[in-house]
């Protein structure tokens, strides 16, 4: 059985990335588990709560991943750029420098925008960035035009190429 947590980076109630995530259980092998982490406790990263200091949702965040085969990062675009939570998250699990939680993994990116890039910038700096923690990227979604392709009424996903793109993603981490 594999254990996948996933991370949204976005906070916003109706984000498309937290309900593709959501959505991800039902697309998944038998043999794959998907656990969505909430991020909404876990504070701005800052060296000197390391230690003895370290808050009760950074040493569930760590712990989380540590225990997983894999994670999932559904990103959001900002500015051409990663969300600050999205940054936060992997601070927080590349500490300590060499030794973090996320050290190894394997990762896969969704990285989706409601408009014409498609999510591109981002995939492009966490693929950039990723790596240098040890991380082996094995499957990137991305898409444009994402409020068409996310039912109103739900998490499902309602565009087939996505749905099949998300499934493949999630084989990926055989």
């Not at 989706?112 to 498609?118: A, M």
């Not at 990227?137 to 994402?146: E, Y």
Request: aromatic letters at 8%.
């Amino acid at each position: 059985m594999k254990n996948i947590v996933a991370f949204s980076g976005s906070t916003r109630v109706g984000s498309f990335h937290t309900r593709i995530l959501r959505s991800l259980q039902q697309l998944s092998p038998a043999d794959v588990t998907v656990t969505l982490f909430d991020l909404s406790a876990v504070p701005f990263y800052n060296e000197d709560l390391e230690g003895e200091h370290l808050p009760d949702a950074v040493k569930a965040l760590r712990h989380a991943v540590e225990a997983a085969d894999g994670a999932i990062f559904a990103a959001p675009e900002y500015n051409f750029s990663y969300s600050a939570l999205t940054k936060n998250t992997i601070d927080w699990l590349t500490r300590p420098k060499g030794a973090g939680a996320l050290r190894d993994k394997k990762v896969a990116l969704i990285c989706v925008t409601p408009g014409p890039s498609g999510g591109k910038n981002i995939s492009k700096a966490l693929s950039d960035l990723l790596p240098f923690f040890g991380n082996t990227i094995v499957a990137t979604v991305t898409s444009p035009g994402i409020a068409d392709k996310v039912a109103s009424d739900g998490d499902v996903i309602a565009d087939p190429a996505i749905r099949d793109a998300l499934a493949e993603l999630l084989e990926a981490f055989g």
